[in-house]
DNA sequence: CCATTATCTGACAACGTTGTCAACCTCGCG
DNA sequence: CGCGAGGTTGACAACGTTGTCAGATAATGG
């Protein structure tokens, strides 16, 4: 009834503790017999090793921190508008973690904080995970990777190259703008909007890149003029909307950065009696409310779970074999193609 | 650089250890003096004391477990709806535990399983949590709550009554279909949809009560043909739209008793050519979704994230003050009026 | 058949913290 | 002035596991 441990295990089985551990950790060096043993008492008694002890026992500790913005994590609750990006992140890691016995727990650090170190530090000491799994912009800032790498504990970046610091974990942005912009050329368009997100993320400027790249390769000029400045907020999009609409030459299709802009979009047009995909509009991250709003939104889909479900792998498998040789990952985005693009008319 | 324990800052401090594990936790009877001399070692060293070496030595593991729905969370992922329900938990839930140096670690068990007991003993086992945050299904599993309760690990329900067995944290679902209702019958709606839920969950029992009072209550007949079953999916949702609007003399107004059952209103209604407000939508759960359709719909939002910070906030009261007596708390929903309702035409 | 090695098993310390208890100090009171 | 009560501090064991190392046993080769 009450607590069961590793002691009561080797006693039922009239083996040492230690052997218990041993079997318990898949260690080699037993014999059949003595395993079954041991899992026979195992199962009679339902031992189930402390987390806690094993981490003050052992070396590893079982446990991945996720580590992501304070700042745009509260907001994005704050705003309810809910928040995919960590969603996801527990379907892919949580599942991963689970499948090999460890643990993910997330923690809210704010980027911009001048002592974010220190902040890291304490989350280090207090809970000593395995690895951390960094999300961006942390994953973008490099000082802090080199602080962990300096204090031995295995990173992930998920949505940014490793470049050597870390494993990297990343879709090609690039060419997924290029591709929905492709998408969008296929389907007779022209004169192509663009939204652009906030440059101070690698991801904006490379969708940016991507944009331009397949309109190059289809013949056509880039006007800047169809490029309206975004960050990603609701209320930008709205303002890059109305910019771009009001064009004397109005794009009959526009790519958006993310989807939180092009439904910013789809409000727009629908309130200047504009239908889509009248005017085609595609978005970048597929996330829920993309799915379900009238009409769905064509979208680029960010393999958010997967990268997540990688980066835990990479770091379990770390803590497993101790190679923590850097490496990098790409994973394959989608382009879910729904109501909200057609041919030009 | 390395590792710092209380056993550093007990030398920096000249005081023992224990002195400084009083001064990290609080306790009484250290005079000014020392308090300061620890603390300031503490800031010079950055010590932050180690979780797993906490929960070896002390009673507390500073740790909170939720557990929800295995099937029904993985479901909501795959189907890539996402799951608005854990991330509100989350918001509410972490920056609680936050506040009082807690963590907290979802898990996912499935609610049928036959070997639940053994399963959720395995966590309480591996993790040792000071308490526990059940979601429904499982907060409605009155064996599994007995179970906790006889192995003295405190408990918070979400969604139901605790009726003495366990915290309970929870909206009146009763009152909010009526007042969702009452919304409709003052904008002269008179023949009223309901689109019901499952009926295995308590809410959903619950809403149509209080559907069924609103109408009552202003004089207008409950009649069972503008009832249609449900099971809280899409398909569902579609299926008991076609069911209703196919009536002769069908209904100006639709009350689902969830966002995802109203979107397929929305979009059957959308299909059949049926505008809505012209027709009149509200729904329950206010996610995402609903906020960003086209037309938002009016919705009842359920205080997930205020419902989870209850509870982790009685659950971490437990574990400081050691008080475990049962009690429930009725948390306000909110009735989001949006364009999917207007006046009768 | 012995020497040597490889395989297997167990005893024991260590991990970093808190609970317990005893010692000491300081008051206030008789 | 002595004594008890209460406040303050510290020494030490304990928590449940794994790392280390030494001892026992089995396998291998001469």
Redesign the interface.
Known sequence: MS??TIRHVAEAAGVAVKTVSRVMNGEPNVTRDLQDRVMKAVDAL????????R??GGSR?FLLVALNDRLNT?NN?RS?????W???M??GA??TC?AHGY?M??E?VEAGSDDLD?KV??IL????PDGIILTPPHSENRALVEMLTR?QVPVARMGVRGEGLGFGVFMDDRRAAEEATRHLIGLGHARIGFIAGSPRFQASRQRREGYADALRSAGLTVDEALIAPGDFTFESGVAATERLLALPDRPTAILASNDEMA?AA??VA?RRGIGVPDLSLVSFD?????????PGLTSIRQPI?DMAARAAELLIGVSKTGDATPSDHLLPFGLEIRGSTAARQ
């Open positions: 607590k069961v339902g031992y189930v090793p402390s987390m806690a002890a981490r003050m500790s509260i609750w309810g508008r809910g928040n995919d960590i969603d996801q527990l379907h949580m599942l689970e643990r727990l997330f809210l220190r530090v304490a000491s207090a809970l000593q204090r439904l789809l409000h629908s597929d996330t829920p409310g993309v799915r379900l709003s009238v779970s």
